[in-house]
């Protein structure tokens, strides 16, 4: 069955086809580790969790890389704005790489919540400058770049097909749509390869080069490891929709200039922008929600997994508590049933059964990764009355290999000390045969969130 993934730079579905036989390169633009994730960033590692499953459930022989930026960037992508690492080193008076410490083991944190999968390989930008230089040296000498004002530049004019990722209008752009006020540019588009002015007095980061001690531009960084550990052309590089116009137009112009070969990469995959009722959710704006501030209000974190893949990823996601109320029950319900299906296990496995639900649910999967068709295929394969809960089990656990969900493990259900109390009061009424004060109970620990039911074993309690 042929994968298809959507690539946006012809703007189609598209059947993917490795430049390596089996073997995959891709590259996903990772976090910024001057603040915690928020959960749009999350919605983008759940996409780019969801194409890795996938690749390697066709498969494929993935070799997955991820960057982790900790030099400071600016809060602007056009060379604008304050060093992101340096306000958080105010902010928290500590230095860049305690912060980034921080917030990179933050961020493994909430990505284990939720079982997103590390890619075989993630490096640090600070750990890879010696490549970046190496990479602007190629660029320099090709005659890509020019240096002015203590600074680096790509000179974009010297491309004749800048901005194919975005398509951008370049002759409306040089009219002002994209505001700089760096007078060293001569084109607008143009952007920085290495910084030796820096504009801020107490950098903290900097590092020698052909340039003068300085500190690189936010766009080597991924051209120069992504090439480094991939290769000069590569299969895949995914990020969220905002990369498309500034960074990974950016990051396209730098490799194709310093390796002069077509395409980079082949296929850029980009995820829709999770986003609140008052806007875009922005790590340098503030007041965004992380993974931990739902966990704080009793959300389970594959609860915002389901939530995410209740919508195609190519789609906008609009936030709201009710949307995921609605996921965190369909997800309840959904183990609970299946909970079901594991205490009646047994029946032959139906080959025949097995390979329907199997075709239909990967056929949604490679349609471009549509996981809300793949949702529904599980939740028909598993009312289904006509299949033996064994072969039911089967397709879960397979299915569970892209959905991530966990959805055999045992439900580990921490049940507060109050409610054990009245589970156990219970039990004593329905042995003494007392079924008002039993069903009173009962009534008492459904407020409380819990259901309880009678099985052959006990009774059993569950979250509502
Ligand atoms: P950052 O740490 O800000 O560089 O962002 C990490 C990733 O999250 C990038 O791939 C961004 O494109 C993506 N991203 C940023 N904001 C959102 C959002 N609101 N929804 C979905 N993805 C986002
Ligand atoms: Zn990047």
Not at 195 to 221: L, V
């Amino acid at each position: 069955m042929a994968l298809k993934v959507y690539n946006t730079l012809g703007r189609k579905k598209e059947e993917f086809k490795p430049i390596h036989a089996k073997k995959v390169g891709m590259y996903s633009c990772g976090p910024t580790v001057y603040n915690y994730a928020h959960i749009g960033n999350l919605r983008t590692y759940i996409f780019n969790d969801i194409l890795r499953r996938t690749l390697i459930k066709n498969g494929f022989e993935l070799n997955q890389v991820m960057n982790i930026t900790d030099v400071g960037h600016l809060t602007s992508d056009s060379d604008e704005g304050e060093d992101k690492m340096l306000l958080a080193s105010k902010r928290e008076h500590k230095s860049a790489l305690e912060i980034a410490k921080f917030y990179t083991e933050s961020f493994f944190k909430d990505t284990g919540r939720l079982n997103i999968q590390k890619p075989e390989i993630i490096c640090k930008a600070t750990e890879h400058i010696k490549q970046m230089i190496e990479m602007n040296e190629k660029i320099e000498k090709n005659g890509f770049a020019y240096f002015k004002g203590g600074n680096l530049y790509f000179d974009t004019a010297k491309l004749d097909d800048y901005g194919k990722l975005a398509r951008l209008k370049l002759d409306e752009l040089k009219e002002g749509a994209r505001t700089d006020k760096d007078q060293n540019k001569k084109s607008p588009t143009d952007f920085v390869l290495w910084f030796t002015k820096s504009k801020f007095g107490a950098q903290e980061m900097k590092w020698e080069s052909p340039w003068g001690i300085g500190y690189p531009g936010w766009h080597i960084e991924c051209s120069a490891m992504s090439s480094h550990y991939l290769g000069e052309q590569f299969d895949i590089h995914t990020g969220g929709i905002d990369h498309i116009p500034v960074h990974h137009t950016n990051e396209i112009a730098q490799a194709e200039a310093a390796f002069q070969k077509k395409p980079w990469v082949k296929y850029w995959l980009h995820g829709e922008f999770l986003v609140m009722d008052k806007g875009k959710m922005a790590k340098s704006a503030g007041g965004f929600l992380t993974l931990q501030s739902l966990i704080d209000k009793g959300y389970d974190p594959l609860a915002y997994r389901y939530f995410c893949l209740g919508t195609h990823y190519r789609k906008q996601l609009m936030f709201s508590w009710e949307g995921l109320d609605t996921a965190a029950s369909a997800y309840n319900s959904l183990k609970n049933r299946i909970s079901e299906i594991k205490r009646q296990a047994g029946g032959e496995v139906n080959p025949e059964f097995k390979e329907k639900y199997r075709t239909i649910f990967m056929q949604a999967v490679n349609d471009d990764l549509n996981m809300p068709q793949a949702l529904a295929n599980l939740n028909q394969m598993i009312t289904d009355n006509a299949m033996s809960p064994n072969t039911k089990l089967e397709l879960i656990a397979d299915f569970d290999e892209i959905l991530g969900f966990d959805l055999l493990k045992e439900e580990k259900i921490d049940i507060p000390v109050d409610v054990q109390e009245l589970v156990d009061k219970r039990e004593e009424a329905r042995k003494k045969k007392d079924f008002k004060l039993s069903d009173k109970i009962r009534a008492d620990i459904k407020v409380k969130g819990y259901v309880l039911e009678d099985t052959s074993e006990g009774p059993r309690v569950k979250k509502i």
